[in-house]
């Protein structure tokens, strides 16, 4: 019974931490991040362009090129709903109901597929969740959470958070491979309160994971690095971010 005890024991414990560390370092990616990664691997980006922003000249149609959703989404989709139909069904109801337009789609080189059968009912919800945050849409109400939302395009944070700071783009060696984006579950572990994102915005690094010995090491490992904007602000800018962020938290999303 002993030697038992003495062999399961520590294999319990053993299971125990290897299970902590999968949970502490698994990826929890929101819905715009895996409907980007879906994107990407269903070969949406080859008409859209990089990341939905820059559509491929499509000869034969009227306007000439595939529309992107950064700026061209509203002409094609008065909202989430429209956006649904086009992944499920290759084009919206009232495009179907329409001859004008049924003889444009057969002049272009390039056509929407279908992508209902193909992808499950929680893939194409990501998917619009994709669409929809690299449109921008819905904006936010509130003038300072714009103000805020204007200013990380600006400063060139939505390189490396993506549009919206809503993208989990791959960064190796980081603690979860990835740049955690503004509306994820990995953020509050990283920002505590506004103290701590003033701190990460003007010196790139908030005071306890300069403190902390093993926040360092994932700190230095990885290729793209939190950059110290304190030279580069305006007055008010660190207000209107922290605005910004928190509209985005306070709307509602599923995470793995």
């Excluded at 399961?8 to 299970?19: H, T, V």
């Excluded at 269903?42 to 009227?62: A, K, L, Q, Y």
């Excluded at 103290?195 to 926040?215: K, N």
Aim: glycine share 10%; net charge positive.
């Amino acid at each position: 019974m002993k030697v038992r005890l003495a062999i399961i024991l520590p294999l319990a414990i053993l299971i125990g931490a290897l299970f902590t560390v999968v949970l502490v370092f698994r990826p929890r990616l929101t819905p715009v991040e895996r409907g980007r990664r879906i994107a990407e691997a269903n070969g949406c980006f080859g008409c859209h362009g990089p990341e939905g922003i820059r559509g491929v000249f499509n000869p034969g149609r009227p306007e000439g090129k595939v529309p992107d959703y950064e700026g061209s989404l509203m002409m094609y989709a008065s909202g989430e709903d429209e956006v649904r139909e086009w992944i499920h069904d290759g084009r919206t109801q009232s495009r179907r109901d329409s001859k004008s337009w049924q003889a444009d789609r057969q002049r272009g080189i390039l056509r929407m597929p279908a992508y209902g059968e193909r992808l499950s009912a929680r893939e194409i919800e990501d998917l619009v969740s994709f669409v929809m945050a690299t449109a921008g849409l819905p904006p936010p109400e509130d003038s300072l959470a714009l103000q805020g939302r204007d200013r990380a395009v600006a400063l060139g944070c939505t390189g490396c958070h993506g549009m919206g700071g809503r993208f989990a783009r791959a960064n190796p060696g980081s603690f979860k491979g990835y740049v955690p984006p503004w509306d994820g579950p990995d953020f509050p572990e990283l920002v505590r309160d506004r103290a701590e994102f003033g701190e990460w915005v003007e010196r790139g690094v908030s005071e306890r994971f300069r403190r902390d010995a093993l926040a360092r090491l994932f700190l230095r490992r990885p290729p793209l690095k939190m950059p110290a904007y304190a030279k580069h602000l305006e007055p008010g800018d660190i207000d209107a971010l922290w605005a910004y962020v928190q509209w985005l938290r306070a709307r509602p999303a599923r995470s793995d």
